[in-house]
T-cell receptor
Framework: GAVVSQHPSWVICKSGTSVKIECRSL??????MFWYRQFPKQSLMLMAT?????????EQGVEKDKFLINHASLTLSTLTVTSAHPEDSSFYIC?????????????FGEGSRLTVL | LAKTTQPISMDSYEGQEVNITCSHN???????ITWYQQFPSQGPRFIIQ???TKVTNEVASLFIPADRKSSTLSLPRVSLSDTAVYYC??????????FGKGTRLHILP
């Protein structure tokens, strides 16, 4: 099946710094990528929808200036957590939709665990 | 986006067949039903997808009645490694996926 890779898989940073997480579709082109965050014992929460070449669409309550999303190519989307604080510590997961796919199956990355000290 | 309801948790024993039912009363004509599995600290993994009747693959079966207002994921002969959270999702092809709470399945030896 299609593979989506995230990097880094885990990162620790100091409060106030910015962290970039990459999401790549390795063997297919993805016109749309989604970013989620997940707190312990909770479900995935959709943060934003990222379309190649256009601005991301953020879900209600998600600060677009804090969570910068760039989808510069059909195989790469990045999430930058700016001025990170301890409450931003979470598990961030991306998913990609196969362009032209018949049923729109989503493929998920392995996730990136962010810990802000 | 159709809302889904599934049990919060389930326990079963190794070797048993496990059936997890999901309700989606507001499912629309163009909606597909998809199930994902998630292990701790990993991204969700696709299990099976269907539109109507029955779908079977190497890991599971999906039963969808004619009215499509519910669906049942069937896992044959579960093992300890099937302990995970299972999510039932309903969406149109290009819609974003909104996750519900999922079912936490715990397999006992």
């Amino acid at each position: 099946g299609a593979v989506v890779s995230q990097h880094p898989s885990w990162v620790i940073c100091k409060s106030g710094t910015s962290v970039k997480i990459e999401c790549r579709s390795l063997d297919f082109q993805a016109t749309t990528m989604f970013w989620y965050r997940q707190f312990p014992k909770q479900s995935l929460m959709l943060m934003a929808t990222s379309n190649e070449g256009s601005k991301a669409t953020y879900e209600q309550g998600v600060e677009k200036d804090k969570f910068l999303i760039n989808h510069a190519s059909l195989t790469l989307s990045t999430l930058t957590v700016t001025s990170a604080h301890p409450e931003d510590s979470s598990f961030y997961i991306c998913s990609a939709s196969l362009a032209g796919g018949q049923t729109g199956e989503l493929f998920f990355g392995e996730g990136s665990r962010l810990t802000v000290l | 986006l159709a809302k889904t309801t599934q049990p919060i948790s389930m326990d079963s024993y190794e070797g048993q067949e496990v059936n997890i039912t999901c309700s989606h009363n507001n499912i629309a004509t163009n909606d597909y039903i998809t199930w994902y599995q998630q292990f701790p600290s990993q991204g969700p993994r696709f299990i099976i997808q269907g539109y109507k009747t029955k779908v079977t693959n190497e890991v599971a079966s999906l039963f969808i009645p004619a009215d499509r207002k519910s669906s049942t994921l069937s896992l044959p002969r579960v093992s300890l490694s099937d302990t995970a959270v299972y999510y039932c999702l309903v969406r149109r092809r290009d819609d974003k996926i909104i996750f519900g709470k999922g079912t936490r399945l715990h397999i006992l030896p």
